[in-house]
């Protein structure tokens, strides 16, 4: 089977025990993942075929990553949301990485009362690696991330509704 990945050069050909063999460039590969979020009261709505986790004032959901033992850098990372309304938002990311074998928060960070501008029903990303007042190295800009590494991310807010489609990672 031959999968397409950018030029011709890139193809990757899996063979029948899914090992990867014929490559032909030296470059990185970035890679992606998304998963969906979990609360510990689940409210979810659907929107059409989109399945959202609802916080409300004081909701919350959590994120927890295991970084792939390939992983190099993180190059994107964002928090996919379905706004209910036009308005502002607001939220809080508390977040926390650790290896096994160290304490779960062998590093923490937070990005407390930021605001964004939403329209009804758009899906918006909030841009997880952007400096900010309260985190001006980005979330993860102190912490040395390597494969291995658990990632556990606290998204809070005190918006009346706002629904969580899901966490976005790409890395090489």
Avoid at 17 to 45: I, L
Avoid at 71 to 80: D, R, S
Avoid at 100 to 109: A, D, K, L, R, Y
Avoid at 117 to 142: C, H, K, Q, Y
Wanted: charged share 20%; glycine share 6%; proline share 5%.
């Amino acid at each position: 089977m031959a999968l397409n990945i950018g030029e011709e050069e890139d193809n990757i050909f899996q063979n029948s025990s899914r090992t990867s063999e014929g490559f032909t460039s030296s470059k990185p590969r970035e890679r992606e993942m998304f998963m969906h979020s979990v609360s510990p009261s689940p409210n979810t709505f659907q929107g059409n075929t989109w399945p959202v986790t609802e916080i409300g004032v004081s909701g919350e959901c959590f994120f927890i990553v295991k970084l792939p033992d390939d992983f190099q850098a993180l190059t994107e990372a964002a928090i996919m949301i379905w706004p209910d309304a036009t308005e502002n938002i607001q939220w809080d990311i508390f977040t926390s990485v650790a290896s096994v074998g160290e304490p779960e928060n062998s590093f923490e960070n937070n990005d407390l009362n930021v605001q964004k501008a939403v329209t009804a029903e758009i899906i918006t990303e909030i841009n997880l690696l952007l400096p900010t007042v309260a985190a001006p190295e980005g979330l993860w800009g102190n912490a040395v991330l390597k494969a291995g590494d658990y990632i556990s991310i606290l998204f809070q807010s005190d918006t009346d509704v706002i629904g969580i489609v899901g966490l976005r990672l790409k890395y090489l």
